[in-house]
Structure formats: C-alpha cells, structure tokens
C-alpha cells in the first residue's frame, strides 16, 4: 500500500531518556514534515525536509533533531524527554513545500512521557 | 505570527442539516486552503483543497473562498453522524514553509 508509516504507534518512556521516531513514505514525495498535536488537538509544524535541506522552526527546542537518510524517510530523535513532550507526533509527505494537493499523513506516533 | 483562526465547538447538528465551519487567516499572503477531517484517534485525511475565490464542489462537500475578506469555509450538506470529527482548516502561504494549521472545529451529527 502506497502510504506514510510511522513506528512506533505507541511510545511511552521516562523524563531524561532519549527515543526516536521513525516515518518512511513510498508515495515519491520530495517533501516531508513533522508535525506536534497537543492534548488540545492543536498541530503546530515543527520541521520541514525537502530533497535533504531542512527548514528549521525556531520555537523546536534543540532537543529535537530530526534526520533524513533519503527523501522517503525521516526521523525524529528527542534527546532529554520532558512531561510536556507528551503529545501525538505526526509524520506527513507531499510532492512539493507549496503544494496544492494537499500532505499526506502517518498515523501518528502517542508519546507519553512520565 | 501567521495564524489561522476557528471556532472550536463542538457544532451541533441534526442529521441531514447543512454544517457550516468557518475559518479565518491573517496572512493576506496565503494561497492555499485546505480542510481536513479528524476523527478521535486517527490522523487527519484531506478532504478538499481551494485556492481560487469562489466556491469548489465535490459531492457533499463544498468550500469557499473570498481571500479580500481572508476568510475560508467548508459547508457539508446532508450532514451524516459518520461526518461526526474535528474539522482542520489549514492554509499555506509563501513566507512559510509548510502547512500552517487552525485548532480546529469539533462537529456533532445527531441522529
């Protein structure tokens, strides 16, 4: 199936570690993003890849660093997890930045840091 | 701050009504609109896409546009309680870099 897939679904952990998420997408799209929604359903961009340059969002504490391999993968590693980590974190593809299409979401990684 | 502005709910309808959601931008830069639906749990899916004033049709669905008033929404027709999510307008304008998302409008389709 032709998709964005993100592992793992569920992800609970303690303050002070570190995890990564990992998002792949076979739809051929040269963009790829990661997205944060809060327990108040908000979801707030966090980075944006396209073809192996990374656009960075200033408020994304340096905690998070997010890595590309390829243009069909890319991964979140958070370093020294904080209670207000705590969120569902989407991975999403499109074909280009500025696309009228639309982007294409994973299913969405729940982290629950305790 | 580009943002995007909706009203978060819950709207409440009766099955087979018309649902009007309603969204609001303040970059008069943006060029494209989307709205997507989320159902609890689940990862929001694209259900329409506009970027020309005016109105765009696709079965039950038709969004608006009047970019002079920054203004964007999404009128669902026949409202079913399977249309029962949160209702995501996002816009993306040429100062970002990516889809820039409103919070949402919880919708409640009562039988």
């Known amino acids: 199936d032709t998709a964005v897939s993100q592992t793992p679904k569920y992800l609970v952990t303690q303050m002070g570690n570190d995890k990564s998420i990992k998002c792949e997408q076979n739809?051929?799209?040269?963009?790829m993003y990661w997205y944060k929604q809060d327990s108040k359903k908000f979801l707030k961009i966090m980075f944006s890849?396209?073809?192996?340059?990374?656009?960075i969002n200033e408020t994304v504490p340096n905690r998070f660093s997010p890595k590309s391999p390829d243009k069909a993968h890319l991964n979140l590693h958070i370093n020294s997890l904080e209670l207000g980590d705590s969120a569902v974190y989407f991975c999403?593809?499109?074909?280009?930045?500025?696309?009228?299409?639309?982007?294409?979401f994973g299913s969405g990684t729940r982290l629950t840091v305790v | 701050q580009k943002e995007v502005e909706q009203n978060s709910g819950p709207l409440s309808v009766p099955e087979g009504a018309i649902a009007s959601l309603n969204c609001t931008y303040s970059d008069r830069g943006s060029q494209s609109f989307f709205w997507y639906r989320q159902y609890s749990g689940k990862s929001p899916e694209l259900i329409m896409f506009i970027y020309s004033n005016g109105d765009k049709e696709d079965g039950r669905f038709t969004a608006q546009l009047n970019k002079a008033s920054q203004y964007v929404s999404l009128l669902i027709r026949d409202s079913q309680p399977s249309d029962s999510a949160t209702y995501l307008c996002?816009?993306?304008?040429?100062?970002?870099?990516?889809?820039?998302f409103g919070k949402g409008t919880s919708l409640l389709v009562t039988p």
């Open positions: 999403a593809s499109s074909q280009v930045v500025e696309s009228n299409y639309g982007y294409t």
């Open positions: 739809l051929g799209h040269d963009t």
């Open positions: 996002a816009v993306y304008s040429n100062s970002g870099y990516a889809l820039n």
């Open positions: 890849y396209n073809n192996k340059e990374l656009i």
